[in-house]
């Protein structure tokens, strides 16, 4: 019973610790311009490559599965370190667009470039809603407000935070930069909110690129990886059309939205196996844009739980 209380303080701890950083950020960001933030944002990136052994050790791991007998050492560990400078510049964006006056009509601006454009609009031509398929890539929280602007409304399901005070301080800025977001539970309600959504022709934003409990295991960058399958259950059920849309740097201080073909989706009538095979057509079409945007992705998250690494 002891043991369960200090685990429980320990959450409480980190909870709040986690809050009090978020809030400092954003102090520290108001008297800067953006350019010394993201300045700052890379400084702290370098150190995080150091000072966060338990991340820097997936990145490694998880580059090393992919990349492993691809490229040098030297080469590996200079994209591990982009990797982390990528997180924290993002981290310390994000926050600095909480922390000053911008509009969702601001940051939109901050994606200078669309790519693929006519690839949605021939999608949403057919009335019958998008499906985004996406990833943790590049600064993919401002897909929502790029597409909004372009005339495109757009949702996306989110997991609630545990932390309900942080998870209001998220929402606030969501509010701030007019975004739209489904709450994934009750799980029953976002489904038919999701589907609604569809139904009137819009935009639902699913990232597909973070391990699934409850998924299929499916080949993703050549090892069988337990993948979501919201994308394709919504895409069988209501005949949305499958688009992959991303928000990627563009080496020029701001942001490309890269909007790929439709993907054609699969109906054979059994339903398991359509499922699994447009999940692992999905997954592969994400997979070619982390691989072109290597360093624009979180490779710290534990997507291949348990494979091991091939030594030889």
């Not at 592969?284 to 739980?305: A, D, M, T």
Request: aromatic share 10%.
């Amino acid at each position: 019973m002891q043991v369960f209380k200090n685990k429980e303080m320990k959450k409480r701890l980190e909870r709040w610790l986690g809050r009090q950083w978020l809030k400092l950020i954003s102090l520290i960001t108001r008297p800067l311009s953006l350019e010394r933030t993201l300045a700052l944002g890379r400084f702290l990136g370098n150190l995080a490559f150091f000072f966060i052994p338990r991340h820097r050790r997936m990145a490694i791991r998880n580059i090393n599965l992919i990349y492993g007998k691809k490229k040098s050492k030297k080469e590996l560990k200079e994209m591990i370190r982009q990797t982390f400078i990528h997180a924290s510049c993002f981290a310390w964006e994000f926050l600095y667009y909480y922390g000053h006056d911008f509009t969702a009509k601001d940051i939109r601006n901050m994606v200078k470039e669309v790519e693929g454009l006519e690839h949605l609009k021939k999608a949403s031509a057919r009335g019958k809603g998008v499906i985004g398929i996406g990833a943790h890539l590049g600064n993919f929280v401002l897909i929502g407000s790029a597409l909004g602007s372009l005339g495109y409304p757009c949702t996306s399901i989110m997991r609630q935070m545990k932390d309900g005070k942080l998870e209001n301080l998220l929402n606030s800025m969501r509010i701030k930069w007019g975004e739209n977001w489904i709450p994934k539970l009750p799980i029953s309600k976002a489904i038919k909110e999701s589907i609604a959504w569809l139904r009137e022709g819009k935009i639902l934003l699913i990232y597909m690129d973070q391990r699934s409990g409850k998924g299929v295991n499916v080949d993703f960058m050549g090892i069988p990886t337990p993948t979501p399958t919201g994308a394709a259950v919504f895409a069988l059920k209501t005949d949305a059309a499958v688009v992959p849309i991303f928000n990627v740097q563009n080496g020029k201080g701001s942001y490309k939205l890269v909007i790929g073909q439709e993907i054609p989706v699969i109906k054979t009538g059994d339903q398991k196996k359509d499922i699994t095979e447009n999940t692992a057509r999905f997954n592969k079409v994400i997979e070619k844009y982390i691989l072109e945007y290597p360093n624009q992705w979180f490779w710290f998250h534990n997507r291949w739980k348990g494979v091991k690494i091939d030594a030889n």
